[in-house]
């Protein structure tokens, strides 16, 4: 007995970038800094967050490629001349990625109190219906 995969379903025709795109995500291996929070502004609106005192706009960087929505953080370093007795607020460099669906676009990011959002809207696309002609004895117009 053979294992049918997403990709390869028989009334699932098409979607075998959808299997690619899961397997895509699987390998991003976001570690879990910066911590981040996904909320739904609307019916088709969301907001991404993530936590990143201590980050300068200048150090972040937002890009989307192919579809994947990656955000990067790069920190220089302030501690030349400081003597710490604990150091417990991450200063570290960190990329954390997100796989857009169709349609998904990004339309625009703010920073406040140490807060990124970047803010992301559904296109959502009309309803069409089409009538496919049948022709016959394979006929070919011309």
């Known amino acids: 007995m053979t294992k049918l995969t997403l990709g390869s379903h028989p009334f699932l025709l098409g979607f075998d970038q959808l299997e690619r795109l899961v397997e895509r995500t699987a390998k ?7 911590p981040y929070n ?10 991404i967050t993530l936590a990143v005192a201590g980050f300068a706009e ?3 960087s937002i890009t989307l490629e192919d579809r994947q929505l990656v955000i990067r953080g790069r920190q220089g370093d302030d ?10 607020i991450a200063a ?13 676009e990004v339309t625009g990011a703010t920073m406040e109190h140490g807060l990124l959002h970047v803010d992301l809207k559904r296109s959502v696309p009309e309803n069409v219906v089409q ?3 049948i022709k016959v004895g394979g006929a070919e117009d011309a």
């Open 38 to 47: 996904i909320e739904a502004k609307g019916e088709n609106a969301f907001r």
């Open 79 to 88: 501690s030349e001349g400081r003597v710490f007795l604990h150091r417990g």
């Open 58 to 60: 200048d150090d972040l």
């Open 92 to 104: 570290r460099q960190f990329q954390r990625s997100f796989v857009l669906a169709d349609g998904v």
């Open 28 to 34: 991003s291996g976001n570690d879990g800094y910066p």
């Open 131 to 133: 009538t496919i002609r």
